[in-house]
């Protein structure tokens, strides 16, 4: 088991900057790869980022490049979602997600993040 704990959203201006940060405990030694999904109302859950553990390789989706930056200490055992340029349609809540390269076994609680205009 893995368990997984966001920290970090809340309420910012469009063009202002957050960083979520999601700390994972338990039996990291099987982690594969970590991601940050969001889920805004009335949409499907997307990924939005995604890192492996050991090569940090990382993956974004494109509404997000350039913008985003997802990172990791493998020591602490974090992931963190640095947000830069924030617009409202960013607004979801966020999820940080732990998968062995093909599924996505372990999840947080989520984080609200709510960009005004």
């Known amino acids: 088991q893995v368990q997984l704990a966001e920290s970090g959203g809340g309420l910012v201006q469009a063009g202002g900057s957050l960083r979520l940060s999601c700390a994972a405990s338990?039996?990291?030694?099987?982690?594969?790869?970590m991601a940050w999904f969001r889920q805004a109302p009335e949409k499907e859950r997307e990924v939005v980022a995604s890192i492996t553990w050991i090569r940090s390789i990382t993956s974004y989706t494109d509404s997000v490049k350039g913008r985003f930056t997802i990172s990791r200490d493998n020591v602490k055992n974090t992931m963190s979602l640095q947000m830069n340029k924030l617009k409202p349609e960013d607004t979801a809540v966020y999820y940080c997600?732990?998968?062995?390269?093909?599924?996505?076994?372990?999840w947080g609680q989520g984080t609200q993040v709510t960009v005004s205009s």
């Open positions: 997600a732990v998968g062995d390269g093909r599924n996505w076994n372990y």
């Open positions: 338990g039996r990291t030694s099987n982690i594969y790869i």
